[in-house]
């Protein structure tokens, strides 16, 4: 099931600005203790963001 490349933008964003109010409001993270420290799932998170934006990115460039 591949996502439209503007979907994948916005879930990319979204979760960006999940990570960056983690590590603005210092929010427990869920699972943090997997992760170690609340920052390394925060930077998980991030990261996770922008592989989805990237790849939401390249579909909308694809599309047309």
Known sequence: A???G???LLLGIV???LAVLVVALDLPMPGGNMYGTDGQGAILLAFTG???MMVGYLETQKAD
């Open 2 to 4: 591949r996502m439209p």
């Open 15 to 17: 979760i960006i600005v």
């Open 6 to 8: 503007v979907a994948g």
């Open 50 to 52: 922008l592989c989805a």
